[in-house]
T-cell receptor, first 111, second 117 residues
C-alpha cells in the first residue's frame, strides 16, 4: 500500500473549519483514501473515504486532487470533541488487506 | 456504522499469567478480524490477521506462541496473551471487516488496556 505523509500536529479554533492535509504521491489507481480518527484511549473511528471524487458525509468532507496525489479532510465546524489524532490511509478497496496506520496528525481544537 | 465490542475494556494481571481478550462483531459477520497493539504516544501496530476457521497470520516480529488467536465463528475472535510480562502492557485493539459493504470498510473495537504488574 502507498505511504502517506501528514503534519504531526495542527491547532484549530472552535467553530472554525479544520483542514487536514495528506500527501500520498505514490497512490495506485485501485487504492482508496481512508480517514480515521482516534480520540484518546479509544479505538479508531471511521470518518470518510474516497477514490477520486470529492466526498461528503455528516462528519466531514474529503477533497482529493485531480492527480490523486494528495487530499484534504475538512471538518466544517470544529468542536472541542473533535480533538483527536487523525489518520490518512491509502488501501485497495477490496480483499483482506488491513489498514496500516502511520503517525497521523494530532488536531487540537482550542476554545 | 457497524459495532465491534471488546471484553474486557481493561485488565490488570500479575507477571506470568495469561489473559484472554474477546472481540465481537455485534451486527455483522466478519470472516476477517485484525488485532492491533498501541503503546503510549505511538500509532497502532498491526499484530495479526485472524481468519475464521483457519490459522491467523502474524506480522513480522510478533510471536505466535505468545499471542494466541482463535477465530472460531464469524462474530468472535479471541487474543490470548500467554505468560504476560510487563513489556506486554499495552492497548490492544481489534478490528473487523464488514463483508456486506462494497468498499470493505473496517470497524474498530473500543480497545482493551492491559497492565502487567
Amino acid at each position: 500500500d502507498a505511504k502517506t505523509t501528514q503534519p504531526p500536529s495542527m491547532d484549530c479554533a472552535e467553530g472554525r473549519a479544520a483542514n487536514l492535509p495528506c500527501n500520498h504521491s505514490t497512490i495506485s489507481g485501485n487504492e482508496y483514501v481512508y480517514w480515521y480518527r482516534q480520540i484518546h484511549s479509544q479505538g479508531p473511528q471511521y470518518i470518510i473515504h474516497g477514490l477520486k471524487n470529492n466526498e461528503t458525509n455528516e462528519m466531514a468532507s474529503l477533497i482529493i486532487t485531480e492527480d490523486r496525489k494528495s487530499s484534504t479532510l475538512i471538518l466544517p465546524h470544529a468542536t472541542l470533541r473533535d480533538t483527536a489524532v487523525y489518520y490518512c490511509i491509502v488501501r485497495v478497496g477490496s480483499g483482506n488487506t488491513p489498514l496500516v496506520f502511520g503517525k497521523g496528525t494530532r488536531l487540537s481544537v482550542i476554545a | 456504522g457497524a459495532v465491534v465490542s471488546q471484553h474486557p475494556s481493561w485488565v490488570i494481571c500479575k507477571s506470568g499469567t495469561s489473559v484472554k481478550i474477546e472481540c465481537r462483531s455485534l451486527d455483522f459477520q466478519a470472516t476477517t478480524m485484525f488485532w492491533y497493539r498501541q503503546f503510549p504516544k505511538q500509532s497502532l501496530m498491526l499484530m495479526a490477521t485472524s481468519n475464521e476457521g483457519s490459522k491467523a497470520t502474524y506480522e513480522q516480529g510478533v510471536e505466535k506462541d505468545k499471542f494466541l488467536i482463535n477465530h472460531a465463528s464469524l462474530t468472535l475472535s479471541t487474543l490470548t496473551v500467554t505468560s504476560a510480562h510487563p513489556e506486554d502492557s499495552s492497548f490492544y485493539i481489534c478490528s473487523a471487516r464488514d463483508l456486506g459493504l462494497a468498499d470493505n470498510e473496517q470497524f474498530f473495537g473500543p480497545g482493551t488496556r492491559l497492565t502487567v504488574l
